[in-house]
């Protein structure tokens, strides 16, 4: 039996992938932890980051109300919900990228043109190792931590991700 370091699930061995959290097992080959960090990131799971209450707008919010949204409190990203899950992000990136300059000609047009279709998405028992790794390989700043339902229910931000590393470095509460 593998044991999943990810959710603490028992698994077949050779299988690739968890087959109760869906999370990859092909990194179970590499050396133990060496440092008190790497034990963290290895141990430690998102819901101990305290992520934040995610910000949602429906589909149809407008760009512009999702701008004002976004400088009122003082956030990075919203999701873009229907039916309660989450089916897009729409981040200052979005904002640089998508809009640019030509903002003022798109604000009465629904965010959902200009969102980041189907983001990466983790519970909140997933290991913050995963995390990094996630956000590393997609580019991402922003990940939405969802139910088994997919319902937001929290967000994990790279700066999150940095307090906690800074904190696990120097072994005080930042």
């Known amino acids: 039996m593998i044991v999943c370091p990810y959710c603490s699930a028992d698994n077949i061995e050779g299988v690739d992938t968890c087959e109760a959290c869906g999370q990859p097992l092909a990194d179970l080959h590499l050396a133990t932890p060496a440092t008190p960090v790497e034990r963290a990131l290895l141990a430690d799971r998102l819901r101990d980051l305290a992520p934040k209450t995610p910000i949602v707008v429906n589909r149809d919010a407008t760009v512009n109300e999702v701008l004002r949204l976004l400088v ?3 956030i990075g990203c919203v999701f873009i919900v229907d039916d309660g899950r989450v089916t897009g992000v ?9 809009l640019n300059v030509d903002d003022v000609g798109y604000g009465d047009r629904r965010i ?6 189907c ?6 028992n997933a290991r913050v190792a995963y995390a990094v790794r996630l956000m590393d390989q997609g580019g991402y700043r922003h990940v939405p931590i ?3 339902d ?3 229910t929290g967000v994990i931000s790279v700066r999150d991700i940095l307090t906690y590393l800074t904190e696990k470095m120097t072994g005080a509460e930042v």
């Open 72 to 74: 009122a409190k003082h």
């Open 90 to 98: 729409f981040s200052e990136r979005d904002a640089l990228m998508r």
């Open 112 to 117: 959902s043109k200009f969102m980041t279709p």
């Open 119 to 124: 983001p990466q998405s983790l519970d909140d």
């Open 146 to 148: 969802v139910d088994g």
């Open 150 to 152: 997919g319902k937001p």
